[in-house]
């Protein structure tokens, strides 16, 4: 059975408003990326344990810790961004989730990607083998700009390092984005695909739009997910107002859109979902 979750600062940066929307729809899982415009990350002690009360009041629980780590370009100093990443290792414990969302560091504009794969895989090592330890998974989304922005660069990082604490999150509009064939990059990844991100992407009119109305395959992905047993989280990430590098933003009333059209998918093709 496929589990629904969303970043739901694409709804707002209310955390209540936030509990509300997802109430509405169904979904019970938030991927949590950021409240009250901070990231997860840069939030106190006191909003964290104030957040924890809520959710844990409302009945809500976390698909992932939704971190920036890996959004850095590889030629940046690490010794900080290790530090961030002890940060997520944290949270994951406080709010009893065992998978946090990463990236594989931005290219320099002009380089070639690998001119940096030693160092790409040297870090993706480092912060795999720390997870490891904690009994946390890192999930490692395709990413425009990043070392793993095509498929064949996402399996060989996930071959390199080679650990079970380290796997995939699919992206199909990121993919979409950089003209790498969803199909292709599907069939390649599979076998360590443990995420789904629901965000689709229409070439044509340079734009995010609801799951299935762009090239992002994401119909015929679920559906040959379901029949291979897939019982990971489908996140909603729509993007529908606003898309940048820090963030996305679709608002109630999209992120309404998404969720619709996400359900639909899944109606339609029988495909089990809670």
Not at 48 to 68: K, M, T
Not at 70 to 81: P, Q
Not at 137 to 165: C, F, H, M, W
Request: glycine share 6%.
């Amino acid at each position: 059975m496929i589990r629904l979750s969303a970043f739901a600062d694409e709804i707002s940066q209310n955390p209540q408003e936030q509990l509300d929307v997802l109430e509405s729809h169904g979904i019970r899982h938030i991927e949590f990326r950021a409240i009250h415009a901070s990231n997860v990350l840069d939030l106190s002690d006191d909003q964290h344990d104030a957040f924890v009360a809520l959710l844990r009041s409302r009945g809500f629980g976390l698909s992932a810790i939704g971190s920036p780590i890996g959004k850095i370009r590889i030629t940046e100093d690490m010794d900080n961004h290790l530090q961030r990443f002890g940060r997520a290792l944290e949270l994951a414990r406080l709010y009893d989730t065992p998978r946090i969302r990463i990236f594989s560091f931005y290219i320099p504009p002009g380089h070639d990607p690998a001119s940096h794969r030693a160092e790409v895989i040297a870090r993706m090592r480092e912060l795999t083998a720390r997870a490891a330890d904690r009994g946390v998974i890192l999930l490692l989304e395709n990413e425009k700009g990043t070392y793993g922005d095509t498929a064949s660069r996402v399996q060989d990082v996930l071959r390199s390092v080679d650990s079970p604490a380290l796997a995939c999150a699919f992206d199909p509009a990121n993919y979409v984005e950089v003209g790498q064939p969803v199909d292709e990059a599907w069939w390649l990844l599979r076998p360590r695909v443990r995420h789904f991100h629901v965000k689709d992407y229409d070439p044509r009119k340079r734009q995010h739009v609801p799951a299935g109305a762009g090239d992002g395959q994401i119909p015929s992905l679920l559906k040959d997910a379901e029949r291979a047993g897939y019982e990971g989280f489908a996140v909603l990430e729509p993007h529908l107002a606003i898309a940048d590098l820090a963030h996305g933003f679709s608002g109630p009333q999209r992120f309404a859109d998404a969720a619709r059209a996400l359900k639909r998918i899944l109606d339609r093709d029988a495909i089990a979902y809670a």
